[in-house]
T-cell receptor, first 112, second 109 residues
Framework: DGGITQSPKYLFRKEGQNVTLSCEQNLNHDAMYWYRQDPGQGLRLIYYSQIVNDFQKGDIAEGYSVSREKKESFPLTVTSAQKNPTAFYLC???????????FGPGTRLTVL | KNEVEQSPQNLTAQEGEFITINCSYSVGISALHWLQQHPGGGIVSLFM???GKKKHGRLIATINIQEKHSSLHITASHPRDSAVYICAVGVDNNNDMRFGAGTRLTVKP
C-alpha cells in the first residue's frame, strides 16, 4: 500500500535535547512538507522540499532543521533552540509543489 | 486578520441534519482544499477545487472565486462525520499554503 508514515506517534524529550522526527513516503512524490499544529491554530509550515537535496524555510523555521537526501525521506530535527517545541507535527507530500497533499498520521512531541 | 477564516469554530448537530461549514479567504489562490482531521490527528484530503462545485458521496464543496468564499456541506450527517474540518488555500504566485484554524464538528446520534 502506498502512503506516508511518521514515527513515532508520541515522543517525549527533556528540555535542551535535540530530537528527530521521521517521515517516509512511498508515493513517488517529489514534494514534502513539515507542518506544526497548535490548539486553536491553523497548520503552519516549518520547511518544505520540492526535490531531493533541496529545501526551503517555511513561516516558522527557527529552531528546526531538515534534510532531503532521499526522495522518500524528509526527517525533521527539533533543536534545543526551538523555544516552544511541544506540539503536533504533521508531514505531508505531493506529486508536485503544492498540488494535492497527502498527510501522515502525525507525531505528538512533548518536551518536559 | 488571518488570511483564511472559517466559521463556525465549533458545530454540534443531530444525526441526519444538513451541515454547512464556511471558509473565507483574503488572498489570490490557485486552489482551495478541504481537509478532514480525525480525533487521532490524521488528516485526509476531501476536495481540491478552483471553481464551481464538487460532490463526493454525502459531501459537497462549492467555491465562489469572486466572493473569495467556499462552503463544505454534509448531507444526512452521521456520528462518524465528527471531526475537525480544515480549509486551506494554495496562494497564487508563490505556491504557498495557508490554513484555517478548523471547524470542530460533533454529530450526536
Amino acid at each position: 500500500d502506498g502512503g506516508i508514515t511518521q514515527s513515532p506517534k508520541y515522543l517525549f524529550r527533556k528540555e535542551g535535547q535535540n530530537v528527530t522526527l521521521s517521515c517516509e513516503q512511498n508515493l513517488n512524490h517529489d514534494a514534502m512538507y513539515w507542518y506544526r499544529q497548535d490548539p486553536g491554530q491553523g497548520l503552519r509550515l516549518i520547511y518544505y522540499s520540492q526535490i531531493v537535496n533541496d529545501f526551503q524555510k517555511g513561516d516558522i523555521a527557527e529552531g528546526y532543521s531538515v534534510s532531503r537526501e532521499k526522495k522518500e525521506s524528509f526527517p525533521l530535527t527539533v533543536t534545543s533552540a526551538q523555544k516552544n517545541p511541544t506540539a503536533f507535527y504533521l508531514c505531508a507530500s505531493s506529486k508536485w509543489a503544492y498540488n494535492e497533499q497527502f498527510f501522515g498520521p502525525g507525531t505528538r512531541l512533548t518536551v518536559l | 486578520k488571518n488570511e483564511v477564516e472559517q466559521s463556525p469554530q465549533n458545530l454540534t448537530a443531530q444525526e441526519g441534519e444538513f451541515i454547512t461549514i464556511n471558509c473565507s479567504y483574503s488572498v489570490g489562490i490557485s486552489a482551495l482544499h478541504w481537509l478532514q482531521q480525525h480525533p487521532g490527528g490524521g488528516i485526509v484530503s476531501l476536495f481540491m477545487l478552483s471553481s464551481g462545485k464538487k460532490k463526493h458521496g454525502r459531501l459537497i464543496a462549492t467555491i465562489n472565486i469572486q466572493e473569495k468564499h467556499s462552503s463544505l456541506h454534509i448531507t444526512a450527517s452521521h456520528p462518524r462525520d465528527s471531526a475537525v474540518y480544515i480549509c486551506a488555500v494554495g496562494v497564487d504566485n508563490n505556491n504557498d499554503m495557508r490554513f484555517g484554524a478548523g471547524t470542530r464538528l460533533t454529530v450526536k446520534p
